[in-house]
């Protein structure tokens, strides 16, 4: 009887993150029995979790070539692929008030899984946005003017983890609107005179203005200010008056 001559194979085990390749570790022999070369081969995986690696003889060079004139001892390894962690990041925003959600910036996001955007009314991210920002949902996208902040949340999956961003700085600045003066002169008659004056807010929403009166003959320096806003949000603090005076 002719047994297999054994062969002690060793192991060269990294550290393993996922990347969406087969991973896992190198198997090799040294032949002490003949002057042929064994050449082995190991099985890997791709996927992050837990494995065991199988070493098998793939071919023989030289003499015999036969692998079945081997034995392979301890041939097997434990090894295992880790998740990979996201990278996310988001730039600032800055946009004006248009009666609708403004949504942040695109976020960038490497690897990872559901992308999900919150906004928050502090500069920790704690206090989310909520209807009396114009929102239906609480954390959503805000429509008043204001100084708000977003974060990103990125999901895990198999094979990456969860990631969350820093908060970022998330603007809506009020529209600003000019000040129509459709009548400023007027006859003295005994009664006081008010600038007729308008604006035109670009949306569904009509802004109610008040100015300073005179009621004596002279020249008056008139200011205006918004007293309300009929529709829509109906906030004055959505809006910038230019040519108030």
């Known amino acids: 009887t002719i047994v297999p001559a054994e062969l002690t194979v060793s192991w060269n085990k990294g550290n393993y993150i996922y990347n969406g390749q087969k991973q896992g570790p190198q198997a090799s022999v040294i032949n002490t029995a003949t002057d042929e070369q064994v050449n082995v081969s190991a099985s890997s995986a791709t996927n ?11 071919n023989v060079v030289g003499g015999r070539g036969k692998c079945s004139n081997y034995r392979l001892i301890n041939q097997t390894q434990d090894f295992k692929i880790n998740v990979v962690n996201p990278s996310v990041k988001i730039d600032s925003k ?3 008030y248009s009666g609708a959600p403004v949504d942040a910036n695109k976020a960038e996001v490497q690897n990872g899984g559901e992308v999900t955007y ?15 920002h114009g929102v239906s949902t609480e954390g959503g996208a805000p429509v008043d003017a204001g100084k708000y902040y977003v974060q990103v949340s990125v999901g ?4 990456t983890s969860s990631a969350v961003s820093s908060c970022i700085e998330h603007t809506i600045l009020p529209k600003t609107v000019d000040v129509n003066w459709n009548q400023t002169s007027f006859t003295y008659d005994g009664r006081s005179k008010v600038p007729d004056v308008s604006v035109e807010t670009g949306f569904d929403e009509a802004m109610i203005l008040s100015a300073t009166s005179g009621n004596v003959p002279g020249n008056y320096e008139a200011n205006v200010i918004c007293r309300s806003v009929h529709g829509g949000r109906g906030k004055c603090s959505n809006y910038l008056l230019n040519n108030a005076s």
């Open 94 to 96: 800055s946009a004006v």
């Open 118 to 132: 919150t906004y928050y009314t502090d500069n920790r991210c704690t206090k989310k946005t909520n209807s009396s």
């Open 156 to 159: 895990a999956t198999g094979n």
């Open 48 to 58: 992050a979790g837990s494995y065991i690696s199988e070493a098998t003889c793939q």
